[in-house]
């Protein structure tokens, strides 16, 4: 059973707009959620986090909002811009896990000029 | 500094053939990590390495061997390579912690026949 579901395997936008990517959970220990950005041909880097201790986190255009009671985070994009097309993976970890974490599937976000 | 760095960037094996995905990072982190990424999927961890000298399974070990050869290099063995293992390895660092991203390199395409 996947513990960490990205159910939109794909989204588009127009340039200037808001993107929202959506990622839901189901293990309740996991306590530390991450966000990654993947370009073609290139390893995963690092955007935004949110601990569960907070529900808003917020890095320039980028914001994460977590729901621990309905254990669904989301990653909104504003303005979104065409270098911003990319996959983007929910990851998840909890507290007892030594820094594994778990991820989604990912959503290839297309920001159209 | 290079950050993540693996080798080969591409493979093609024949089934029963073996290799090993070298794997350095200079970043001096503890942890290291390794992953498939098969396509439409996210990243599964195959083997982790919280500090040197220790590593431990992940959620799809099976078929893999991996060796922390100091701080700095972990390397994952196929012995035996099956056409199951046709997938994008990505080895991934991070300071320890629960809140520490990882760190990821540029992926090596491996192509099992």
């Known amino acids: 059973d996947q513990q960490v579901k990205q159910n939109s395997p794909s989204l588009s936008v127009q340039e200037g707009r808001i993107s929202i990517l959506n990622c839901d959970y189901t293990?309740?220990?996991?306590?530390?959620f991450l966000w990654y950005k993947k370009y073609p041909a290139e390893g995963p880097t690092f955007l935004i986090s949110i601990s569960s201790i907070k529900d808003k986190n917020e890095d320039g255009r980028f914001t994460v909002f977590l729901n621990k009671s309905a254990k669904h985070l989301s990653l909104h994009i504003v303005p979104s811009q065409p270098g911003d097309s990319a996959v983007y993976f929910c990851a998840a970890r909890a507290n007892t896990n030594a820094g594994k974490s778990t991820f989604g599937d990912g959503t290839t976000l297309t920001v159209k000029p | 500094n290079a950050g993540v760095t693996q080798t080969p960037k591409f493979q093609v094996l024949k089934t029963g053939q073996s290799m090993t995905l070298q794997c350095a990072q200079d970043m001096n982190h503890n942890s290291m990590y390794w992953y498939r990424q098969d396509p439409g999927m996210g990243l599964r961890l195959i083997y982790y390495?919280?500090?040197?000298?220790?590593?431990d399974k992940g959620e799809v070990p099976n078929g893999y061997n991996v060796s922390r050869l100091n701080k700095r290099e972990f390397s994952l063995r196929l012995e035996s390579a099956a056409p199951s293992q046709t997938s994008v390895y990505f080895c991934a660092s991070s300071e320890r912690g629960r809140a520490m991203s990882q760190f990821f390199g540029p992926g090596t395409r491996l192509t099992v026949l």
């Open positions: 293990n309740s220990m996991f306590d530390y």
């Open positions: 390495s919280a500090s040197e000298g220790t590593t």
